[in-house]
């Protein structure tokens, strides 16, 4: 086996236009993301607030790991979805109508929207895009519950090396 002393596990050295960069590999990436999507497996048990913390444990770590280098818009993207992920786990622990209605209400949605989501029949994923569940659950309501934002997180940490 050789040995390579530029050589860190799981980052890759590419040269975009002829400067020197370093990046995750696709499997590093990969492996981040199925973490996530483990820790937010709508079969899942514990409170929401154990959830948040272990998401913030394994993403500090990650952006800590590789912040070093340039995962700008993978860290947006997968921010994205992260959002979208934990909506989805919010809307299933809702579980009945009658709860859907009351939290919907409760987040500020006026009767008849409120009324027309908790009676739909669409699937978690599905919802969890609509504009009334974002309205409901804002980025800021997550941030309120604890959840730390990726890309500041990344941009202090590559703001810093």
Known sequence: MWCNKSYIPRLQYPKPHGKVGCRPSKSAKRKFKEKLKKLT???RTGTFIEIIKEINQVTVGWINYFGI????????TLQ???HHRLRQLIWKRWKKVNTKY???RKYGIDH???????NTRK?????SRSKTIHRAITNEKLAKW??????????SRYLKG
């Not at 995962?71 to 947006?76: N, P, R, T, Y």
């Not at 699937?123 to 919802?127: D, E, K, L, M, P």
């Not at 604890?146 to 500041?152: A, H, I, P, R, V």
């Open 102 to 104: 009351k939290m919907l």
């Open 112 to 118: 008849d929207d409120a009324m027309a989501l908790a």
């Open 69 to 76: 280098s340039n995962i700008k818009s993978f860290v947006a």
């Open 123 to 127: 699937g978690y994923w599905r919802i």
């Open 146 to 155: 604890g959840l730390k934002n990726m890309s500041e997180l990344y941009e």
């Open 80 to 82: 994205h979805w992260l």
């Open 41 to 43: 497996s709508r079969k």
